[in-house]
């Protein structure tokens, strides 16, 4: 099955004036003519070939067709705005890798690492452990901590 592709603001321009059963309301909210809305609806009932809205002199009032879409459209649009506040309010992750002789790490380092994961929760840190010989740039290291001269 091919997926047909409906214009987003044709469907954003539907579920605005659906809720509010006004173009007028629709066009306020998403800052666009009273005209743009009623094209963009137009426009959606052409390519789905149903009528959504009936007009009449009480204003709108949604056929059984735009009563079946418009909960749809309302949970996929709530679903993206959640994705999308998801990924805007998401701290970048910066990684962090350190190579550490085994005997530091358990003896010094690893004790202290809930804190410092409190105080920096945005970092990912890894910690490889090695004998005292490590080639850092051959590892990917950001830093080593080393016993001796």
């Known amino acids: 099955m091919t997926r047909s592709y409906i214009p987003l603001n ?3 321009a539907f579920e605005a004036a659906a809720r509010h059963l006004s173009f007028t309301r629709a066009a ?3 800052n666009v ?10 426009s959606l009932e052409q390519q789905l070939n149903c009528q959504l809205f ?3 002199s009480r204003g709108l ?8 879409l418009l909960p749809v459209l309302n949970d996929s649009f709530d679903r993206m705005a959640g994705m999308l506040d998801r990924f805007a309010t ?21 004790p202290l690492l809930g804190d410092f994961k409190r105080s920096y929760p945005h970092i990912d840190l890894h910690i490889s ?12 290291l950001d830093y080593t901590i080393r016993y001796g001269g």
């Open 28 to 30: 306020i909210e998403l």
């Open 10 to 12: 044709s469907l954003r």
């Open 129 to 140: 452990t090695h004998n005292n010989r490590v080639d850092p740039a051959a590892e990917g």
């Open 33 to 42: 003519t009273h005209s743009a809305i009623s094209q963009h609806v137009k």
């Open 90 to 110: 998401k701290q970048t992750q910066e990684k962090l890798k350190i190579g550490v002789v085994g005997t530091f790490a358990v003896g010094c380092l690893f």
């Open 54 to 56: 009936v007009r009449g």
């Open 61 to 68: 009032m949604l056929t059984t067709e735009g009563e079946s």
